[in-house]
């Protein structure tokens, strides 16, 4: 696929996989610690957060849902988060939270938005080490079994990528089901 993002996101959707977009979202200590180019910020107006938003989405194709990268502050204040979610709503588009913030208001808006929701459990490449992603993988299955589904938040690094393949054939023995992101998410607008 070369080092082309579009053909890469594209090889990905043909071969059945859901791509989530993430886009920059303020966090506390925000610009200290900065998630990059159009970051979008409780203190900017809608109309910018909303070009920012434009121009995140604009880069690729063939995305279902929007993650927060970062944004601890900026998904726990309404009145940012609300022309967000309602953008998303308007797209067709889920949104995926990464559970880090126990603030964030995202499930409200979502459901009040008609956007498809779902929060991660748990983030399995903090540390980037195969041993540690298993670990945080078993603890995943455990959630799952505990609560009939788990999302674990990772990237697309090499490491965990081999790292969740290699685990997957051994979870499937056990009777674990991998499933797309949409076929957890709530969906407001089926009920």
């Known amino acids: 696929q070369g080092n082309s993002i579009g053909r890469w996101m594209q090889a990905a959707r043909q071969s059945g996989h859901e791509i989530v977009m993430q886009v920059p979202l303020e966090p506390f200590d925000y610009p200290n610690v900065n998630p990059g180019r159009n970051t979008l910020t409780v203190s900017a107006s809608a109309d910018e957060n909303l070009k ?36 998303l709503g ?26 498809p929701f779902v929060a991660g ?3 399995i490449d903090a540390v980037q ?4 992603i298993l670990k945080k993988l078993d603890s995943l299955e455990a959630t799952a079994r505990a ?37 957890v998410a709530k969906d407001p607008q089926k009920g």
């Open 52 to 87: 920012s938003l434009h121009w995140a989405l604009s880069r690729t194709t063939n995305y279902t849902g929007v993650m927060n990268y970062m944004g601890a502050r900026f998904s726990a204040d309404a009145s940012a988060m609300e022309p967000f979610m309602a953008e």
């Open 90 to 115: 308007k797209r067709g588009l889920a949104y995926i939270d990464d559970g880090s913030s126990s603030r964030s208001v995202a499930p409200d808006l979502a459901l009040k938005d008609g956007v």
């Open 121 to 123: 459990d748990m983030a």
């Open 129 to 132: 080490d195969r041993g540690e």
């Open 147 to 183: 609560k009939g589904s788990a999302v674990g938040i990772g990237s697309a690094f090499d490491i965990t990528v081999d790292t969740v393949t290699s685990w997957i054939t051994e979870a499937k023995k056990r009777g674990i089901e991998i499933v797309p992101i949409s076929a």
